[in-house]
């Protein structure tokens, strides 16, 4: 199979790390019989297919996938307020570099970076860049009641964008009583996750303060593109919606990248309506049970370009930066 697309969404963690991070809320991962649990719930993947890299390469040659951005599973986020996790992002950041050196050139790495302190945040992301094994850093679209547009999170995307590193926003799947059924924490929290942090980066003025930021949105947005029109609408009608940014909400929606897992034709469709030129990218979310395992026949049944795909990809990872100063 032809291995021509470019994966921006995939996860990997090394099992010295299934502790997860202090105070985690989510406990720690677990490998009972070659399953994966996150405390007592099934993940429903095998464990190999998380923290063994032949096994994520093996995936790739079935897959048509030539390189691979793997990034820590979100429920490894250090979100934790009141307890500094710089001594684990550092370990998982370490162990991903090492991962990448060693794939010839088919994996790159997304870090980690410790949310409890911005200042200490700045001086991990100033390390990854310089270190350069590292293209970016993965986050969560909310944060203690707030999202992109306000502390650390804003402070992490000022930073990451002054070192040219790649940003994806992951949601974290978190718990409300009203989603404690039907993986609704999921099937609904996590598009309403990300939507959330696409509405604060826009109307909030991130994506207008930050021009060069190269910030990716993961499960297509979720439901962002079904309410970019009701965004755009309250902007021209509301002051209140559009103190924050002096630009448009579908203007600044152009500037942002986001991957085709939609699980649907239609919804991919309406993505491609709104994003801008090369802004839709191809991502996986392997090894989950929500990954889109045939992803090769996804895009194309879907009427995509490989090369523009692959284009994008590159772009929003930094790949052809890295050429250029490697040149």
Not at 35 to 49: C, M
Not at 61 to 74: E, H, K, N, T, Y
Not at 78 to 101: I, K, Q, R, S, W
Not at 263 to 275: E, F, I, K, N, P
């Amino acid at each position: 199979m032809s291995t021509d697309l470019v994966d921006v969404h995939a996860h990997w963690l090394p099992g010295e790390l299934f502790g997860l991070p202090p105070n985690s809320p989510f406990g720690a991962m677990q490998d009972r019989d070659g399953e994966l649990f996150l405390g007592d719930v099934p993940l429903s993947i095998r464990t190999e297919a998380m923290s063994d890299v032949d096994a994520i390469v093996a995936d790739m040659d079935a897959s048509g996938i030539g390189v691979r951005a793997l990034s820590a599973p979100p429920f490894a986020f250090a979100v934790d307020a009141d307890v500094p996790a710089g001594e684990y992002t550092d370990a998982f950041n370490d162990a991903l570099a090492e991962v990448v050196a060693d794939s010839s050139g088919r994996l790159v790495g997304l870090g980690s970076v410790r949310l409890d302190d911005a200042d200490a945040a700045d001086r991990q992301i100033h390390e990854i860049a310089s270190q350069g094994a590292l293209v970016g850093i993965a986050i969560p679209p909310v944060l203690r009641g707030g999202s992109l547009d306000v502390g650390v999170l804003r402070s992490v995307l000022r930073s990451a964008s002054a070192n040219r590193l790649a940003v994806l926003v992951h949601p974290m799947q978190l718990p409300r009583p009203e989603w404690s059924k039907y993986y609704l924490a999921n099937l609904v929290g996590n598009p309403v996750e990300t939507a959330t942090a696409v509405a604060s980066s826009i109307l909030g003025g991130v994506l207008e303060e930050l021009p060069d930021l190269r910030i990716c949105f993961v499960h297509g947005g979720g439901c962002a593109p079904d309410l970019l029109g009701r965004w755009a609408h309250a902007w021209d009608a509301r002051r209140d919606v559009r103190v924050g940014s002096s630009t448009g909400p579908r203007e600044l929606f152009r500037s942002a990248y986001f991957d085709t897992v939609t699980h649907d034709r239609a919804a991919l469709d309406l993505l491609r309506a709104h994003a801008g030129k090369n802004r839709i990218v191809c991502g996986t979310d392997y090894p989950f049970d929500m990954a889109e395992a045939d992803v090769a026949g996804f895009v194309d049944a879907a009427g995509l370009d490989r090369s523009a795909l692959a284009a994008g990809s590159r772009e929003f990872l930094g790949l052809n930066i890295r050429s250029e100063v490697s040149a």
